[in-house]
């Protein structure tokens, strides 16, 4: 038997939403309810999202960094790319075995080389297992 401990947009660790759109569905946490299990108080409980989700990052418009956040339900080979316009790769942040939960990765706007980008527009594509979700941001200097 599960209990509902907690539903939120707002992260436990931090106080800050996971997400600044308003399309993301809630993350709620679940565990045992205590039949006899000694569930313990001093222990934090993760937070653990009921789907994947790639949030719009933040700031966008941005410079000279931008933070970009996803959740992911379960353990999983995770890999978050930056491309330009013409589909071009400009630099992979994530290419690891990632544990289920919130995540969050900040771009500093540079290519694979460690060169500063142009101003435009950019896409991060996020690849969990099978999932594919991708999403545009706006460098401006």
Same mark, same amino acid.
């Given at each position: 038997?599960?209990?509902?401990?907690?539903?939120?947009?707002?992260?436990?660790?931090?106080?800050?939403? &996971?997400?600044?759109? #308003?399309?993301?569905?809630? =993350?709620?946490?679940m565990? +045992? %309810? $205590?039949?006899? *299990?000694? /569930?313990?108080?001093?222990?934090?409980?993760k937070?653990?999202?009921?789907?994947?989700?790639?949030?719009?990052?933040y &700031?966008?418009?941005? #410079?000279?960094?931008?933070? =970009?956040?996803?959740?992911? +339900? %379960? $353990?999983?080979? *995770?890999? /978050?790319?930056?491309?330009?316009?013409?589909?071009?790769?400009?630099?992979?942040?994530?290419?690891?075995?990632?544990?289920?939960?919130?995540?969050?990765?900040?771009?500093?706007?540079?290519?694979?080389?460690?060169?500063?980008?142009?101003?435009?527009?950019?896409?991060?594509?996020?690849?969990?297992?099978?999932?594919?979700?991708?999403?545009?941001?706006?460098?401006?200097?």
């Amino acid at each position: 038997q599960l209990e509902v401990l907690y539903t939120s947009s707002v992260s436990l660790e931090t106080g800050v939403p &996971p997400f600044v759109d #308003n399309y993301s569905p809630p =993350i709620i946490v679940m565990d +045992p %309810v $205590s039949s006899g *299990v000694g /569930l313990r108080d001093d222990v934090p409980r993760k937070i653990i999202p009921i789907d994947y989700t790639l949030n719009q990052n933040y &700031p966008n418009p941005f #410079n000279p960094t931008t933070t =970009i956040s996803f959740n992911l +339900p %379960v $353990s999983e080979q *995770v890999r /978050l790319v930056i491309y330009d316009m013409m589909g071009r790769q400009v630099k992979e942040l994530v290419n690891s075995h990632l544990s289920s939960g919130y995540h969050s990765f900040v771009w500093d706007a540079t290519d694979m080389q460690g060169k500063k980008v142009a101003s435009g527009v950019y896409f991060y594509r996020l690849q969990a297992g099978n999932v594919v979700k991708i999403r545009r941001m706006t460098l401006l200097k």
